[in-house]
């Protein structure tokens, strides 16, 4: 089974800054990994899929890149409603197989 | 719009069984798989396993073989997962998600206590 790493997992920034938040693979995935956001309360939300495609209503703001075992989400310029926390996700089609990271919490500095 | 709509809060004694239902609606139901994802309290996304409604194949993930039962009802458009054998590491949020998790039920908090 594929493990997704994610760290650190307590990323603290301020508005208006930059925000990188790694995902590294155990083993090499394919182009199926996918980001979603989480708010206290709510249920997550997809943010990205395919590595760097983003979900229709997505601000640009958001990007992923990546491939083989390393990906990233960057979030360009933090706005208040980004702070949450992130997971990342990849899934083997056949058969389906879904892994998540255990996640990375964005706070405010 | 596409709206997952799940049942509600279920408190449950160890070793009886949990049942969730996910009530979907504005899309064709049988044209996407239906997965099923649960969070333990301030711990991360599990992914449990995935349904496809057309012909209730379903694939669940090897933690929860033995345990995990998801069906479907066409009629209703709903899905059905039902956990087994609870024990008080099941107490957890119980999402379901469309198939490439663009939508998610509200979530249903399933209690395991004596």
């Known amino acids: 089974e594929i493990v997704l790493t994610q760290s650190p997992a307590t990323l603290s920034l301020s508005p208006g800054e930059r925000a990188t938040l790694p995902c590294r693979a155990s083993?090499?995935?394919?182009?199926?990994l996918a980001w979603f956001q989480q708010k206290p309360g709510q249920a997550p939300s997809l943010l990205i899929y395919?590595?760097?495609t983003r979900a229709p209503g997505i601000p640009a703001r958001f990007n992923g890149s990546g491939s083989g075992t390393d990906f990233t989400l960057t979030i360009s310029s933090l706005e208040p409603e980004d702070f949450a926390v992130y997971y990342c996700?990849?899934?083997?089609?056949?058969?389906?197989?879904?892994?998540f990271g255990q996640g990375t919490r964005l706070e405010i500095k | 719009q596409v709206q997952l709509v799940q049942s509600g809060v279920e408190v449950k004694k160890p070793g009886a069984s949990a049942q969730v239902s996910c009530k979907a609606s504005?899309?064709?139901?049988?044209?996407?798989?239906m997965n099923w994802v649960r969070q333990a309290p301030g711990q991360g996304l599990e992914w449990m396993g995935v349904?496809?409604?057309?012909?209730?194949?379903?694939r669940y993930a090897q933690k929860f073989q033995g345990r995990v039962t998801m069906t479907r009802d066409t009629s209703t458009r709903t899905v059905y997962m039902e956990l087994s054998s609870l024990r008080s590491e099941d107490t957890a949020v119980y999402y379901c998600?469309?198939?490439?998790?663009?939508?998610w039920g509200q979530g249903t908090l399933v209690t395991v206590s004596s």
């Open positions: 998600a469309t198939q490439s998790f663009d939508f």
């Open positions: 504005g899309y064709t139901f049988t044209s996407y798989y």
């Open positions: 349904i496809n409604p057309n012909s209730a194949n379903t």
């Open positions: 083993q090499s995935v394919s182009s199926s």
């Open positions: 395919d590595v760097s």
């Open positions: 996700q990849q899934r083997v089609n056949r058969p389906p197989v879904i892994t």
